[in-house]
């Protein structure tokens, strides 16, 4: 009788929304680098925007979406985590349908550190000519006290990052776990007794990607405001 780990099958465990999510939140943020080194200024805020819409999206697929993209299925407590570390290295097949135990938090952090950065830029200011659309919200002294922060903030992302990068690189060459193409692909081999998630509707993800950019240009024009 073959063991589970010869059983060996693929299955779709990303979905469209989600992939597509991912590598356009890494373009956005590649542009934001590039753009405020070039003093770009008005350019880095739309890419600041696109970064706005989509963690927004992010966060409303984390909850009505498929199942490997649920915060429900993937941010785990820290038994969880400990238990994942513990395991790192046996040969054992990869049973993961959505993030592991500590990409989970990984992904978390992430989220919360690109949404305070491009919160804390709508208010910003370069002394120059460029001002965020919040700016006459707070006037200068607050604009100069949460650009401040937007400069911090960067800093904290781009350590991120890097570790998400690392970890990624210590994942594929130490352990033999490829993180990238079931990102590009959706699909993922997993042992055959491993069911596959429930893929929520892209015209779902449509309709959230529609309310997440409805609230960041209600909130860069001051509609709401």
Same mark, same amino acid.
């Given at each position: 009788?073959? =063991?589970?780990? /010869?059983? +060996?099958?693929?299955?779709?465990?990303? /979905? *469209?929304?989600?992939?597509?999510?991912?590598?356009?939140?890494?373009?956005? &943020?590649? $542009?934001?680098?590039?753009?405020?080194?070039?003093? !770009?200024?008005? *350019?880095?805020?739309?890419?600041?925007?696109?970064?706005?819409?989509?963690?927004?999206?992010?966060?409303?697929?984390? %909850?009505?979406?498929? /199942?490997?993209?649920?915060?429900?299925?993937? %941010?785990? #407590?820290?038994?969880?985590? *400990?238990? @994942? &570390?513990? =395991?790192?290295?046996?040969?054992?097949?990869?049973? !993961?349908?959505? @993030?592991?135990?500590?990409?989970?938090?990984?992904?978390?952090?992430?989220? &919360?550190?690109?949404?305070?950065?491009?919160?804390?830029?709508?208010?910003?200011? /370069?002394?120059? &000519?460029?001002? =965020?659309?919040?700016?006459?919200?707070? $006037?200068?002294?607050?604009?100069?006290?949460?650009?401040?922060? @937007?400069?911090?903030?960067?800093?904290?992302?781009?350590?991120?990052?890097?570790?998400?990068?690392?970890?990624?690189?210590?994942?594929?060459?130490?352990?033999?776990?490829? *993180?990238?193409?079931? +990102?590009?692909?959706?699909?993922?081999?997993?042992?055959?007794? %491993?069911?596959?998630?429930?893929?929520?509707?892209?015209?779902?993800?449509?309709?959230?990607?529609?309310?997440?950019? #409805?609230?960041?240009?209600?909130?860069?024009?001051?509609? %709401?405001?």
């Amino acid at each position: 009788m073959r =063991g589970e780990t /010869d059983a +060996m099958t693929v299955r779709t465990v990303w /979905d *469209l929304p989600t992939r597509l999510f991912h590598w356009a939140l890494v373009l956005s &943020l590649v $542009g934001s680098f590039i753009t405020v080194e070039l003093h !770009e200024m008005q *350019l880095h805020a739309w890419f600041g925007y696109a970064a706005l819409t989509l963690v927004l999206f992010r966060l409303l697929w984390g %909850v009505i979406g498929s /199942d490997s993209a649920r915060f429900v299925r993937f %941010v785990r #407590g820290p038994g969880a985590v *400990l238990d @994942h &570390l513990r =395991g790192l290295f046996r040969r054992e097949p990869d049973r !993961e349908t959505t @993030h592991n135990a500590l990409g989970g938090w990984a992904v978390l952090a992430l989220l &919360l550190v690109v949404l305070a950065q491009g919160t804390t830029g709508l208010f910003a200011n /370069d002394d120059i &000519l460029f001002r =965020g659309p919040l700016f006459p919200l707070v $006037g200068k002294a607050w604009s100069d006290r949460l650009t401040t922060w @937007h400069y911090r903030i960067s800093d904290l992302l781009l350590i991120l990052v890097a570790l998400h990068v690392a970890a990624v690189v210590l994942y594929r060459l130490v352990l033999g776990r490829d *993180l990238i193409l079931p +990102m590009v692909t959706g699909r993922k081999r997993l042992p055959g007794a %491993v069911a596959a998630p429930r893929l929520a509707s892209p015209w779902l993800a449509l309709a959230a990607l529609a309310i997440a950019a #409805g609230v960041v240009w209600a909130v860069v024009t001051r509609q %709401v405001l």
